[in-house]
């Protein structure tokens, strides 16, 4: 940030002939020559970023640039071809001042991994990345090597900066149980060797299926991002692309790691759209196994329950379609919604969603009066550019919550969210004609306002559930007990066709929670 300079003219004394004139400060500006690997001078726009202030610029190379006194860091990628190189320079402004970043002095980067991977089908990539160490914010120039190309980095010793390279093997067969594999390594400063060659026991592997059923997406994408380091977030490989479920092994570099998971489909007017995200942060051990699950039945109503805060009663429509391995948000956008509070019996508030509405929808409410108030949101699939695949689960859903409110406090609701997770089931989410399958009801309180008071957990007394055959038309009960601590429905299926599935926990004071899930299963 400058600082504002204000001169009061009335104090500067005139000039008088043959008075010597008053110091005028110096311009100071910065000239980065930037030359390619044959030595030739090329133009490119580089970064450059003050290491005292952590301000960045864009600055076009072979011409001077007015900047402020002070010491900068220069980012630069040079492109020869397929060939780039990364270089990172430290220059004192300060007057006429000129630095050079010469892409003859840059070193190939190269990852391996022993054994390496055998395949026809394995394609590899790897990635590059030079960035300043700054506490409160990190600048970067990054550069992969796309089909037959190449990285190269110039040595820095210094340890303002730091470097990372990723590279990956995406294994394009097809085949079920395939492995693909990315390791990363990361140094202070750019070394002169930037090479590494890991071993395979060294990594961690994740083991990842991908179902299909309720997203309403035709293809799905899985990559690996490393995250959390002192450089290298950000560098992000595709490992896979499909239409189809699978299951895949991730083998990576310990760490941290963020694997997100991109849903996309075909919409009316033969674009294509993303419409759904994961996003799973996780932080994995030399020689240790772990497990992701996405997609996976029911989707249904997220944990975000109802707050109050001040005495102002909130709650968002737009969590209603979850994920039960990740309920926290819904996973996909696109629902319609209506949700209605009642006190004493009259309806007091209502709030529709009319669905893709520019803002997060919310019911508000302020409490004037003690007592029992009962909140319902019922929800339904809405994407009016894209067809529904054929048989797609969690279609509709609505959940109901009834407790206590006081005016003027500052508390989350004295309820529980219930998640249902169908335990069994095959990568399309189907279970077997005429077998029985175990749900998983998991009650849950988490705190999603801070100055909303948790409170006490309220004390449960019965744990309910039901299924439908024909759509939630007509309900039968099912047995409820605790398995290994969960709460656990068995639900008896029929020979084809959808189970919808409804729970309800009812606590000793008299409130509950009241979940529906419409198709939240298949049979298969």
């Not at 002070?70 to 430290?90: C, D, E, H, P, Q």
């Not at 629902?335 to 929808?361: C, N, Q, S």
């Not at 009016?384 to 206590?404: A, H, N, Q």
């Not at 989410?429 to 705190?447: F, H």
């Amino acid at each position: 940030m400058f600082a504002r300079v204000v001169v009061a003219s009335a104090l500067i004394p005139a000039m008088l002939v043959g008075a010597g004139a008053p110091a005028v400060a110096a311009t100071n500006t910065l000239t980065i020559t930037t030359l390619d690997r044959a030595g030739k001078k090329v133009t490119v726009t580089t970064t450059v970023v003050n290491l005292a202030t952590n301000e960045r610029r864009s600055v076009k190379s072979n011409q001077a640039k007015k900047l402020p006194k002070g010491t900068y860091a220069v980012l630069a990628s040079i492109k020869n071809g397929s060939a780039v190189t990364l270089g990172v320079r430290t220059v004192k402004v300060a007057g006429a001042s000129k630095t050079t970043v010469d892409a003859r002095k840059g070193k190939k980067v190269t990852v391996g991994l022993s054994p390496a991977p055998v395949g026809e089908w394995y394609y590899a990539q790897t990635t590059a990345q030079i960035c300043t160490r700054s506490a409160s914010a990190s600048y970067s120039v990054q550069a992969s090597d796309f089909g037959d190309g190449s990285v190269y980095v110039i040595p820095n010793s210094s340890t303002k900066y730091a470097f990372a390279a990723m590279r990956t093997w995406t294994d394009y067969s097809g085949y079920p149980g395939s492995t693909h594999y990315a390791v990363t390594y990361t140094t202070t400063g750019v070394p002169s060797k930037p090479s590494r060659t890991a071993k395979q026991s060294s990594l961690a592997t994740v083991n990842v299926a991908s179902r299909r059923g309720p997203s309403v997406a035709a293809y799905s994408s899985l990559a690996a991002t490393p995250i959390d380091r002192s450089c290298g977030n950000g560098m992000l490989n595709s490992l896979s692309s499909t239409d189809q479920p699978y299951r895949t092994k991730v083998m990576v570099s310990a760490g941290k790691w963020d694997f997100g998971v991109h849903s996309s489909s075909d919409t009316k007017d033969g674009s294509t759209r993303v419409v759904g995200h994961y996003f799973v942060p996780r932080t994995v051990a030399a020689g240790k196994s772990y497990n992701l699950n996405f997609f996976r039945s029911a989707w249904g109503p997220s944990t975000r329950l109802p707050i109050i805060l001040n005495g102002q009663m909130s709650y968002s429509l737009n969590g209603m379609f979850a994920d039960p391995g990740f309920p926290t948000r819904s996973v996909e956008g696109g629902d319609k919604a209506t949700a209605t509070l009642t006190f004493g019996g009259k309806t007091v508030k209502t709030v529709k969603d009319k669905g893709w509405e520019p803002d997060e929808k919310y019911l508000s409410y302020k409490v004037t009066k003690p007592g029992w108030y009962k909140l319902t949101n019922n929800a339904s699939r809405y994407y009016p550019e894209i067809d529904f695949p054929s048989g797609m689960l969690s279609t509709k859903t609505s959940v109901t919550y009834r407790f206590k409110a006081k005016p003027n406090t500052s508390v989350t609701a004295p309820v529980y969210a219930v998640t249902m997770l169908p335990t069994g089931l095959n990568l399309n989410n189907q279970a077997k004609p005429g077998s029985t399958t175990n749900v998983q009801l998991k009650l849950s309180r988490p705190r999603m306002e801070p100055d909303a008071k948790l409170g006490k957990n309220p004390k449960v007394k019965t744990v309910t559930a039901k299924a439908s055959f024909d759509g939630g038309k007509t309900w039968r009960s099912v047995k409820v007990k605790k398995v290994d601590g969960t709460w656990t429905a068995a639900v008896g299926n029929p020979a084809s066709g959808a189970v919808s599935l409804r729970a309800r926990v009812t606590d000793t004071t008299g409130g509950y929670t009241e979940v529906t899930i419409i198709r939240a299963y298949a049979i298969g």
